[in-house]
């Protein structure tokens, strides 16, 4: 893994803003790109007649390490952003030389889960995601320690999770929903692997990232104490440490 490039993709519903606390003691060490994916943040929604698929949304990573002139990287992500890593691993595993895996899981989701997904996407459209979208996901995604103690925390998620296009969030849940089991990709993944997870993780909990990790050839797990469902915003320094000490 010497020298090369980290590229991390963020969770739903954010955008690269997620990584923000993380980012000065990785640069260090590191080439760090952070981008925001199809339909958040700043990257537009292609308009498309496609059924939404995170293979599309692979090729779009694919596609930046083209012309960022990238052979190979250490690809990783969070939640939504680690199912995309997975997505690339798929289709193209001689361009990733490591795996940075945070929060999120190699298996799909089960039929409650996939249909909530859909709804959520048919509420987005319908309804834009103003005045509902923070309120049904912060008590998912949040640690109860952080609801607790980091008020402005969860301001601040507020925030980033209303700033994100309606169609962006429902094209999501739809590409989320339709993701396939990744297990076999994982189990051909010959690469040094880092899995990590928040103790309070009740989307992707810990059980889910110690089978991640024993899924994984080669792979270093480390769970956070105190935080949920995104750790980079919740315990920023324990993620960056995780990452740096995993690091050559």
Known sequence: MDRLSLVLLHAFPVDARMWNEVREPLVQRTRLITPDQRG???????ETDREPSLDDAARDVLALLDKLELDQVILGGCSLGGYVTLAVLRAAPERIGGLVLIDTKATADGEEARRARLEMADRAEAEGISGWLADAMLPKVLGETTRRTKTDLADQIRELVEAQPAAGVAWAQRAMAARPDATDVVREA??????????EDTVTP???????????????????????????????????????????
């Open 190 to 199: 010959h690469v040094p692997a880092l899995v990590v997870v928040g103790e």
């Open 40 to 46: 958040l943040g700043r990257t537009a929604l292609p």
């Open 206 to 248: 810990p059980e889910a990232a110690r089978e991640l990790a024993g899924a994984l050839p080669d792979a270093t797990l480390t769970v956070l104490p105190g935080v949920g469902h995104l750790t980079p915003l919740e315990d920023p320094d324990g993620v960056a440490k995780a990452i740096l000490d995993w690091l050559p």
